[in-house]
């Protein structure tokens, strides 16, 4: 095997089931990643599939013959620009057809064809009937959701006109889309165009490539994920602060373990419910167990955590070491970021992997298929299974003890809330602090682990780099539980690793220096966000005025190049770690570095280093804070008692 030279993981937990798979003979993704040399000439987008005629390799690389073009006549930038944009067609795709999959949900419940679902945040449907134009009336919700679940649903195959939530960014952003001819008539559309212009023989520009990926991924951000976030938000009720619990810890030794893995919340929303019924409880202690114990897998986990403080298992990485420690009795899969290998180390346990979407079938698991007409008999099935396989836990049981506290649930709405007041809603607070400089900008962190860098590492190292300079971090996903794993999602984290500025403000209003946004779909809501921060005042007219920026400093999935993409698309420099797609073409690399921040006002960089990456988002905020006047105040950010009080007073 060959020999790693980054260390596997920071997280003790992670390591000890490392250990034990070593010892039981299981083989995890840690250990593939040792054994799998990465393509350079693929890893730097310089390797072309796209028909018969190839795979075409087109970087010379030590020991390599350089070829200049493709077969077909296609060049390095070309090659590199249509892979690069196919990735955004994959990221945009998964998210968007996990926005319609919601839509679909949400239309036959407001029908009446979905038993279990009910509407839980009435507001929010009212508000964006407003927004969508939806005659509200003497109408009953169930009417108005209808209308909202169509008009959702028409959104994917929309062939003409923009997307409905571009009118929620920015004026300037708006019309800045429309001038650069990047407005996304439909998401569907433009994931297709994606496909069709990167086929062999059409659009061989790699201006005109990248300009149709940016596109798509507006078509992502501020449309299949945006519907994703705000229908289920309806749906399943807007997150408000819960406290939650993350690590491998939170599974029991005593109680059926029941892990839920995944995107879409749908069916996980009704298990929640379901293994609570006091039937299925009376069933677990007849077969020896003392209850039930749901936890969570990536995404589907941090939508139940944000909604119901179901605690987190753990991130990506986590998913094959959660079946080493022999303690999970089922784990119930839905879409997105599950590996193959599950049905097979569950072999080496006693575990049953349960795969719910027609969309997601895994050889070697059992699936019981999701049906939103009969949601209920489905969780039933799930909880069931979980519970009788309890009796067949063998003795190799070993659970970490590792878990860490953490505060969740916060929404686009909860943050205006916290900051504003129930009767003065609005981010003003946040803006003032960052104008006076306590705060001196706000970074969304997210993305996922890869195991080509430190599990949970570069995460942790950029978010505690950022807030120790005052930087204010948001972040979804995996990145999220990285940090919070490390307890940098309490408000005691403020004290502990936050500068005086941040920390003051912290404490003032009583949030966690680093907060959870929620799920990969809820990358939308840092859009949002970002858009109330222009519209309260004060720094700019603009997304790419504000002192912000975007990272994913593990990332791994084609999804993350669509949420950086739609990042840079709405003005936020948005650095990448570990390893970046298009280094074989400096032409596109360049393109995407520098070229793209006078079009879009937004910019990509590389930077594998989290610290070094930490200091230039950091000096990009600083950047931006001088471009709007500000960057005089953070020069007297020494508090006396009178700046105390003014702060309390906020
Ligand atoms: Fe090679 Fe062109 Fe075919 Fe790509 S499309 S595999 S570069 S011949
Ligand atoms: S789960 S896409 S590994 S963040 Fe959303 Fe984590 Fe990345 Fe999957």
Redesign the pocket.
């Known amino acids: 095997m060959a020999e790693r030279k980054i260390k596997k993981s920071v997280d003790k937990a992670s390591l000890d089931m490392m250990e034990k798979a070593a010892r039981d003979g299981v083989t995890t993704a840690f250990d593939r990643a040792g054994e799998m040399s990465q393509c350079a000439i693929g890893a730097a987008g310089s390797c072309?599939?796209?028909?018969g005629?190839?795979?075409?390799r087109v970087l010379g690389v030590k020991g390599e013959e350089e070829a200049a073009r493709?077969?077909?006549g296609?060049t390095a930038e070309t090659?590199a620009a249509r892979n690069f944009i196919r990735m955004v067609a994959g990221g945009a795709a998964a998210h968007s057809d996990h926005g319609r999959g919601v839509a679909e949900l949400f239309l036959a419940a407001a029908k009446g064809k979905a038993p279990g679902y009910t509407i839980r945040d009435e507001q929010k449907l009212l508000q964006l009937a407003l927004e969508w134009g939806v005659e509200i009336g003497e109408r009953s919700n169930q009417e108005i959701a209808v209308d909202i679940g169509e008009i959702a649903l028409a959104e994917f195959g929309k062939q003409e006109g923009e997307i409905r939530f571009l009118s929620r960014a920015p004026l300037k952003r708006q019309e800045l889309w429309r001038r650069e001819g990047v407005a996304p008539r439909g998401i569907d559309r433009e994931i297709v165009e994606i496909m069709h212009r990167t086929h062999?023989g059409v659009d061989q520009d790699y201006h005109s490539l990248l300009k149709q990926g940016v596109r798509a991924a507006i078509g992502d951000g501020w449309g299949g994920s945006m519907i994703a976030t705000e229908l289920q938000d309806i749906l399943f009720g807007t997150p408000a602060p819960v406290l939650g619990r993350v690590n491998l810890g939170v599974l029991k030794k005593d109680e059926v373990n029941l892990v839920i893995h995944g995107h879409e919340p749908l069916l996980s929303e009704v298990i929640v419910a379901v293994a609570q019924d006091p039937e299925m409880v009376s069933l677990a202690k007849a077969k020896g167990a003392k209850g039930i114990n749901l936890s969570g897998i990536c995404c589907t986990a941090n939508e139940i955590l944000m909604r119901h403080g179901v605690p987190l298992a753990g991130n990506f990485l986590q998913q094959e070491l959660a079946l080493v420690t022999g303690a999970v009795d089922a784990m119930v899969v839905d879409i997105q970021c599950i590996m193959q290998s599950l049905p097979d180390i569950a072999q080496c346990y006693h575990t049953k992997i349960i795969t719910t979407s027609p969309k997601a079938r895994i050889p070697g698991a059992l699936h019981i298929e999701f049906d939103e007409h009969n949601a209920l008999e489905g969780a039933k099935a799930i909880v069931r299974t979980a519970i009788e396989n309890f009796p067949n836990r063998g003795n190799n049981i070993d659970i970490p003890k590792e878990q860490t506290d953490m505060v969740v649930g916060f929404s686009h709405e909860t943050i205006n809330y916290l900051l504003g007041g129930l009767f003065r809603a609005s981010y003003r607070p946040l803006n003032d602090n960052i104008i006076n400089g306590r705060i001196r900008g706000v970074a969304g962190v997210v993305g996922c682990n890869n195991p080509r860098t430190t599990h949970d590492s570069d995460h942790t190292s950029m978010v505690k780099e950022l807030i120790k300079n005052d930087v204010l971090v948001i972040q979804t996903g995996c990145s999220a539980m990285a940090a919070a794993k490390l307890g940098l999602m309490t408000p005691e984290a403020a004290a502990k690793y936050a500068g005086e500025g941040l920390a003051s403000v912290c404490e003032t209003v009583g949030i966690p220096p680093v907060l959870h946004l929620g799920s990969c779909v809820d990358n939308s809501r840092i859009l949002m966000a970002a858009t109330a921060m222009v519209k309260d005042g004060g720094l700019g007219d603009d997304i790419s005025d504000l002192p912000v920026a975007g990272a994913a400093p593990e990332w791994m999935s084609e999804k993350a190049i669509s949420i950086g993409q739609y990042f840079v698309a709405s003005g936020v420099f948005t650095v990448f770690g570990v390893t970046w797609p298009t280094l074989g073409s400096d032409e596109v690399t360049k393109h995407l570095f520098t070229d793209f921040e006078a079009a879009y006002g937004g910019i990509w960089a590389f930077e594998p280093d989290p610290i070094k990456a930490a200091h230039l988002m950091i000096s990009h905020i600083d950047k931006k804070r001088k471009a709007l006047g500000i960057d005089k105040a953070r020069e007297r950010v020494l508090y006396d008692m009178e700046m105390r009080r003014e702060l309390e007073s906020v």
């Open positions: 072309c599939k796209n028909c005629m190839g795979p075409c493709g077969i077909c296609a090659i062999i």
